[in-house]
Each structure stands twice: as C-alpha cells, then as structure tokens.
C-alpha cells in the first residue's frame, strides 16, 4: 500500500512537472503574449439627450459626435446620432434606480462606434447639436477611460446639452413693419430634442421665464411679457413698432426662454426694417 502511494505521488510530481516545463517553453510563451497584445474590439455607444428632456433625434437633425485620443489628438471615430427621441413616458415618468437605464429602455438615437484597442486609451468624447437649428446649436464633452474588449453598452456615455429651440414665428423675420402699428409677437419655445414647452406638460412652462425685448441698435426699449397662446408650443404678445424716425436702420426683436432651476435657457433674434408707412401698390 505505502508502495502504490509512492508511485501515486511521483507521478503528480512528473505531470506538474512536465507541465511547468510547457508553460515555460519560450514558443508558448509567445503565442500567449500575442493573444495579450492582439487589438480587441470595443464598442462605443454615445447618446446625446436635452438636459431635462429627450433624446436628440430626427425631429430636430440629431447631433454630431466626435471621439478624440487625449494623447495624440487624433480622431477615432466621428458621426452623426440619427434616430428617436425616445419614450417619453418611459424617460420622464417612470421611476428608477441608479444605476438601471433611461433611454435605452426603448428604441432611441444614439452613436455607435467600435475601436480596435490594445491597450486603455482616454479619450475626449464630444456632441453638438441640434444640427437642424443652427440657432440653438450647444456642445458638451466628457473625458473617459476606454478599455480594451469592454464594452460601452445600454445608455453608454450620456452627454446633456443644455437649452431650448426658440423660434420667432410672427412677424417673420426681415418682415417690413410700418412705424407705430400693433403688431402681435408669437413665439415658439421647444426643448432641444423638439418637446413642447406650455403649461402643465412634463415642460411647464409655468416654471420659466418667457419674455420679448424690443431693440433699437443694442439698446433695449421695451420689454414683453409672452403668454402662452393656446396652441403647440406658442407665446405671444402685442407690441407697438417704433417710430420710423427712432429707427432708421431698423428694429431686433429678441425672445428669452429661461429656466434658472434646470439651468436651461434659449434665445431668438430676428431683426425688422421700420417703414414710415405702409406700401400700396396702384392699380388700374
């Protein structure tokens, strides 16, 4: 029996042994220092949203996303976010835990990108948009580690930009207007992903500051109280034109939406020439 246990343990000894001797054999070494080095596929999925609201999508042109290398500063990966603004019910209604996903929870744009990676990169990721309102356009970007064959899933890196779409709708810009007439303001307020700002929405408009300034040169003459006019995203209010005489060059209208809570906020501008009176045309 003690003769059996012997030879039982010299042959563990030999088999981790000769296992040793593999191990340390310079051709596997080396085939497993290739594995460690080979680039690995990495996935990167970026998702630009408004601040406070919805994710970037179509409606209002998506955003552009650029993704640098600290080091050297060159550019990785670059394009275009195109797609949904999201679930709204889902992204502004539902309650979460941290760490559970916002957006990605239903079909909504994002930026996807994959890097070959040998080893942890930093790299700045960076948005802009929205690219269908060159007006309203804003940036953020964020500077993360990258690490090879770990993948950015789920809402990935979420970048906020922070504002609102403000367009003048009436009178339309460069519109002629005629000198002491009464003319009605209406303006629309959008969040940048293209969601209705007005009362009692998930975007209260009850809780911002929406106002119109009359301009002459950079000189501010009045200002305008906007209501909210009943319809989609419009604010309006009744505003007398300036003497022809106090504006020779003309009139800027400016819109101001802001939010000082949520730290959003937009502007319009659109600029008016004043007439002394109004054109007719004669007819036979």
Aim: contains cysteine; aromatic residues 6%.
């Amino acid at each position: 029996m003690i003769g059996s246990l012997l030879r039982s343990c010299l042959a563990a000894l030999f088999v981790a042994h000769h296992s040793a001797l593999c191990l340390a054999d310079p051709i596997v070494q080396e085939t497993m220092d290739q594995r460690l080095n080979e680039p690995k596929p990495t996935r990167v999925l970026v998702r630009v949203v408004a601040h406070g609201s919805m994710v970037l999508g179509k409606d209002v042109g998506g955003a552009r996303i650029t993704i640098t290398d600290v080091e050297t500063g060159r550019i990785l990966a670059t394009g275009l976010q195109q797609g949904e603004a999201g679930d709204q019910n889902q992204i502004m209604r539902t309650p979460r835990l941290l760490e559970e996903p916002i957006y990605s929870t239903r079909d909504s744009a994002s930026f996807t990108a994959t890097l070959d990676l040998t080893h942890p990169l930093q790299v700045d990721i960076a948005a802009e948009g929205p690219l269908a309102y060159p007006a309203a356009m804003q940036r953020a970007s964020t500077r993360v580690w990258l690490i090879p064959g770990e993948d950015l899933t789920d809402d990935g890196i979420v970048l906020a930009l922070y504002g609102y779409i403000v367009q003048i709708e009436q009178p339309k810009p460069n519109e002629p207007l005629v000198a002491r007439e009464d003319v009605t303001l209406r303006a629309s307020i959008r969040t940048l992903s293209g969601s209705w700002v007005r009362p009692h929405g998930d975007w209260d408009s009850r809780k911002l500051s929406i106002y119109g300034e009359i301009l002459i040169g950079d000189r501010v003459i009045e200002r305008l109280q906007l209501f909210y006019s009943g319809r989609n995203a419009e604010f309006e209010a009744p505003f007398f034109v300036p003497r022809h005489t106090d504006a020779p060059d003309g009139m800027t209208v400016r819109v101001i939406a802001a939010d000082r809570s949520g730290g959003n906020f937009g502007m319009g501008l659109a600029k008016y020439p004043v007439l002394s009176e109004r054109l007719t045309t004669n007819t036979r």
